[in-house]
């Protein structure tokens, strides 16, 4: 019973890594035909890849591992401060002693802090959305 699943997942691997790379079809044929993988299979193989690649670009891009998702965001203002603002932030798979959880963390900031912070994560969302992230790996040799 673990020689079919030992295929699948080998399938599974080729197929996987050859969309990730953006191996050409004629490449990926020859590679599977030097590892004695038969010309018909190959071509089966080679099909596959040419006629899915893209959904399977987009299956990996969904389902990568992302570590330090932002949950949640909360920003307030301590009744018994001056000049300081508490802000929680809810993490999503922060690794914690090797296990990812889920996590809360308060952090407390002068006022003149949060502002400089502010202008400083303004200036990183404007340099990522000029950067095209889509183009850059979906492009097409």
């Known amino acids: 019973m673990d020689a079919p699943k030992g295929g699948m997942a080998c ?10 790379y953006n191996t050409e079809i004629t490449v990926f044929g020859t590679e599977l035909q030097q590892l004695g993988l038969p010309k018909e299979h190959t071509a089966i193989m080679c099909r596959l890849l040419g006629d899915h690649v893209q959904k399977i670009r987009t299956v990996l ?14 920003c307030t203002i301590p009744k018994n401060t001056i000049d300081c603002i508490q802000l929680k ?38 340099t990522m959305e000029n950067y095209n992230f889509d183009k850059k790996y979906t492009e097409e040799k």
Do not use: C
């Open 89 to 126: 932030i809810g993490i999503h798979n922060e690794i914690v002693d090797g296990v990812p959880q889920k996590t809360t963390h308060t952090v407390n900031l002068n006022r003149n802090d949060a502002l400089l912070l502010l202008n400083e994560l303004k200036s990183v969302r404007d």
């Open 61 to 74: 891009r969904d389902n990568s591992l992302s570590i330090n998702q932002l949950e949640t965001f909360q």
């Open 11 to 20: 399938l599974r691997f080729l197929l996987t890594i050859a969309s990730r």
